[in-house]
C-alpha cells in the first residue's frame, strides 16, 4: 500500500473515528484504526464492536493495500508532522507501516486487516431489503440538541440509554427520558415513502452523529433489522439499535395546565444558573415563588448563604411554591435558541411543562423544599 495525502486531511479524519476506538483494550485489535487505500480513495475505520465510524480523507492513491495501526500513536504521529506537508505513507510486508514527512520519518508496528472486525455496509444491499430514510442536518441537529441531555445513563435501566425516533410517514419524533424528565419534539422531515418504525437509537451513536452533523445537507439513515448505518457527507456511522420497548411517554404528559406562563429563556437561565450556585450535594433543589407577576428563585443553604432572585413575569394565578432540580432546569434552557417559553403547573407535587413553538414538550419532576 502507498498513498500520498497531506496533515489536515489525515487528522481531521482520524480524529473523527479514533472516538470509536476502545478504551477497555478488550481485543488489541480494537485500540487500532483501519487505514484502506483502494480505488475509491482513502478509507479510515474504528469500531468498539457496539459502534463503527468510517470515513473517507482525501489523497492520492498509489498502491492499494490496508493495515490496522495502533490508533493513538498513529494519532499522536500524524498531529506533530508538519503543516501543509505532504505525507507519505507506505506498508510493508511485515505488518509495518512507514510515515514520512519532509524530513520526519516514523515506522509503525501494524496488525493484520484480517483481524479487523467487519462492519456491515448496508448502503451495498439491494434497497428494496432495507428502509432508507433522509433528514435535513440542521432539522436533526436541533431536534437531538433539545432531546440529548435528558437520556438516562443508569445501565440497568439501557431502554433509556438512547433517544426513541418514531418514524411516521413524513413526521419524525425524538423522545428522550431518564424517568424524572422527559424531551419530546417532532418536525415534519423528507423521508421518501410511507416509512413507520420506532427505533431507539443508543446514547454512543447519538454523541457521534450530534458530532458530525452541520447546518447543510442530508443525514441517510439504513435500516435493517436491529442494525443502522447513518451516512453525513464523507462520514458513515455504523450501530446496533436497542431492543426493547420504550415507555408510554404520551401518558405522562398533562393533558390540562393549571397556571401558565410566559417568561423569557436567557432572564429564567441566568436567575436559574446563579440561584444553583448555592446548591450542594445535601440540598440539590431551589425553590420557585410564583406570585402576581413576580417569580422569585431562591435557595437557602445553612452551611453557604442564601440567595434571591426576582423576575417580572405575566402571572395572574394564586400563589404556588414550587421546588425543582436546576439542573434540570439549565440543561433544556441553554439549548432553546427561543427568546421566550412558556412554563406551565398543575401543582407543587406534579410534573411542571416547559413548551417552545408548537413541537417541543419539556415535562420535569418537582423536588421537595423545605
Known sequence: MKINTIKEELLKGIQTVQNAVSSKNTLPILSHVLLEAKKGGIFLTATDLEIGISMKVGGEVIEEGAITIPARKFSEIIKELPSQQPIYISVKKTQSITIESGKSY???????????????????????EIDIVKIPQKNLKNMIQLTAFAMSHDETRYVLNGILFNFKDKILKLVATDGRRLAVIENEILVSGNFRRDVILPMKTIQELSRNLTEEGEVIFYFK??????????????????????????QVIPKKIKEELKLGTQDFLQATRRASILTNQDSQSIKINLIKDRMIITKNTPDLGEVREEIEVNYKGGELTIGFNPVFLIDVLKNIEDESIHFGFIDPEKPAVIRCGENYTYIVLPMQVS
Do not use: C, H, M
Open 106 to 128: 516514523f515506522r509503525l508496528v501494524g496488525l493484520s486487516k484480517d483481524d479487523f472486525p467487519q462492519l456491515p455496509d448496508l448502503q451495498s444491499i439491494n434497497p428494496k
Open 225 to 250: 433489522q436491529n442494525q443502522l448505518q447513518i451516512n453525513v457527507g464523507a462520514i458513515n456511522i455504523t450501530s446496533r439499535l436497542i431492543e426493547g420497548e420504550y415507555p408510554n411517554y404520551d
